[in-house]
């Protein structure tokens, strides 16, 4: 079985005014669709951020794949290399953290290799990653405050502007009333911290026996995010990312016992060992996009094992092939100690065939059959397709977007 055909599809994906330290979601996030077809007819299935430095990227590996081995990811790797010599981030300039190209053009292939070879096999992916301890994903509620739909928008407005405490506290009803969800994260970093203080005391008061998190993606000061542990002691399960790089978080580590954790100072196995070293994190985030795919997500769950780190998994604006991958791996990965994230309540679009999922008790059951355990809805690609071209939206840009509703907005970070 080799490889005989690469298809990169480009789509547009309407989304909602989520709001966060550095600006607000665009109309549309952009995601890659890829398909691998083999020469016995079998095709893998992959999905991957769809901005363009990715984009690019993937287009310019696409072709070098032909005749690869799809059970040899060094190979692949070694693919991915030769024909991205320059290296580089995926990221645009607004965010808050960068990966690697080369890792997150393997893992977007490699996850479709891995689709391959259990088609092939006819075996679950998470056997081809040393067995399920788990057949359901524990997920919780990931909250954000937002805007109302701009009259330009094309995405159903979910929930209207939630911009207070109390808004808040009511979103998180709704979620937790439709998904069922255990434990409940905010995107924080976007009010003054003393409002997002008493927006966590007012949902532990509403949902008292739920986990509680909150990530401000570096917005604070290690003055600020001291005051707020104080404020929040005994209510968080952990902080994420409350400040700004691996040294700042390890200055605030050192003066309290609240557990943070990271997706934005640990994104390569070698800050791995840099956050144990400064004792900087408690919990790492993973995420099979930029971790070198689902084998290098289970790889670092091994490591976390071995620093004893907690573990936890990373959400970005996804559709179900990846969403499928996620759980494929969390099945695999015996010390997943927190409920995953998941941006997926937040649109309504699908791209595998059945439509959208459904959480059950804030879970999700692990898709059956070889593979992934999905397929692909040609029609629904090919409307999120021409939505794309129609659009022109090409990177994400949430400062700029910013400016359409606060004209006078600057990105600062740490803000407070």
């Keep these: 079985m080799r490889i005989a055909d690469v298809r990169i599809t480009p789509i547009a994906v309407p989304d909602v005014p989520l709001v966060n330290t550095k600006g607000v979601h665009q109309r549309v996030f952009l ?43 060094r190979d692949l790797r070694s693919r991915v290399e030769l024909a991205l010599p320059e290296g580089g981030g995926v990221n645009a300039p607004t965010a ?17 290799c891995l689709d391959l070879i259990g088609k092939h096999t006819d075996r679950p992916m998470y056997d081809l990653l040393g067995g399920a301890v788990r057949q359901d994903i524990p997920f919780g509620g990931y909250l954000f405050f937002k805007f109302a739909n701009l009259p330009t928008a094309i995405s159903t407005d979910i929930f209207g502007k939630v ?3 109390d808004a808040m506290v009511e979103e998180a009803r709704e979620i937790v009333g439709q998904y069922g969800y255990r434990s409940l994260k905010l995107k924080g970093g976007v009010l003054e911290p003393d409002l997002e203080v008493e927006t966590m005391l007012k949902l532990r008061e509403a949902f008292p026996d739920h986990p509680l998190r909150i990530d401000p993606m570096g917005a604070w000061t290690v003055a600020t995010a001291k005051h707020v542990v104080e404020k929040l002691d005994g209510v968080l399960e952990y902080l994420e990312d409350p400040v700004r790089g691996m040294d700042a978080m390890a200055e605030l580590s050192a003066q309290i016992d609240m557990p943070l954790a990271t997706n934005l100072v640990v994104v390569e196995f070698e800050q791995v060992i840099e956050a144990v070293k400064k004792d900087a994190v408690q919990i790492v985030l993973s995420d099979h996009h930029y971790w070198r795919g689902a084998t290098g997500a289970i790889q670092l769950g091994e490591m976390c094992r071995a620093a004893n780190l907690g573990v936890s998994m990373h959400s970005n604006s996804h559709l179900g092939i990846s969403l499928a991958a996620m759980c494929h791996v969390a099945a695999a990965t015996p010390n997943l100690t927190y409920d995953c994230d998941t941006h997926y309540p937040w649109y309504d679009r699908e791209i595998i065939k059945g439509g959208r999922v459904t959480f059950k008790d804030g879970k999700l059951r692990v898709p059956e059959g070889p593979g992934l355990g999905v397929k692909l809805d040609e029609n629904a690609v090919a409307e999120l397709h021409t939505l794309y071209n129609e659009m022109m939206i090409v990177d994400r840009d949430d400062t700029d ?7 006078d907005y600057e990105r600062k970070v740490p803000r407070w």
């Design 31 to 73: 995601r890659a669709v890829i398909e691998l077809v083999t020469d016995t007819g079998l095709i893998g299935l992959g999905e991957a951020y769809g901005a363009k430095r990715t984009l690019d990227g993937l287009q310019a590996v696409a072709p070098k794949l032909d005749g690869l081995d799809p059970y040899h990811f």
């Design 96 to 112: 808050l953290a960068d990966h690697k190209v080369v890792d997150v053009v393997y893992s977007a292939f490699e996850i479709a």
């Design 163 to 165: 911009m207070t405490p």
């Design 401 to 407: 977007e910013m400016l359409k509703y606060i004209p």
